[in-house]
């Protein structure tokens, strides 16, 4: 049995949740989400919590149940406290500035890189080298944090670039010169 499939998932106060032919609707104080999930496993909400079931073990079911079961406690927490990125942005004139709900990076391009917020995911930048990406969902917070760091990821000799708050990056020895005869 999947350890982290048989965990019940207890849903806090004031949040709300549906269940409709597994297509889970989580609503909460920071917003709503749902979600489609495998019709194989069974779903439901008692007592307080979500219980995923499994109808055997088939090696499909066995991978779906720890995932489904995962998935709906990310979006319970997603709803009750968010998810957020912090990335740092290294480097000489690299830098972050904020106006309404654009976000320019300058990056040593010869020219900005500009950033918008979506309903979705919002963007705080408390000082000039340091993004905060923040929302509900926590694949789209990570996957506008990768796409973020990707447009320049930090390189192995200097380490300039953005990266993710506590990342550490492999450093790389410079040329060692040529030597004299």
Do not use: C, W
């Not at 055997?56 to 968010?82: A, P, Q, Y």
């Not at 990406?133 to 192995?156: H, M, N, T, W, Y």
């Amino acid at each position: 049995m999947s350890r982290i499939g048989k965990m019940p998932v207890s849903i806090p106060a004031g949040v709300e949740i549906k269940n409709e032919n597994n297509l889970i609707t989580v609503k909460g104080p920071k917003g709503q989400l749902s979600r489609q999930f495998s019709p194989e496993l069974g779903i439901e909400v008692k007592d307080g919590n979500i219980e995923v079931t499994r109808p055997s073990d088939d090696k499909r079911h066995r991978s779906l149940h720890g995932l489904t079961r995962t998935l709906i406690n990310n979006m319970v927490v997603g709803v009750t406290e968010g998810y957020s990125k912090t990335l740092e942005i290294e480097g000489v004139g690299y830098r972050a500035a904020k106006s309404g709900n654009k976000v320019t990076l300058n990056l040593g391009f010869s020219h900005p890189v500009v950033l918008e917020e979506t309903d979705a995911i919002k963007i705080d930048v408390p000082q000039p080298n340091k993004l905060i990406i923040s929302g509900i969902d926590k694949q789209a917070v990570g996957q506008f944090a990768a796409e973020v760091r990707e447009k320049r990821p930090p390189e192995p000799y200097k380490g300039k670039g953005i990266r993710y708050a506590g990342e550490h990056i492999i450093r790389k020895e410079g040329k060692a010169g040529k030597g004299k005869k």
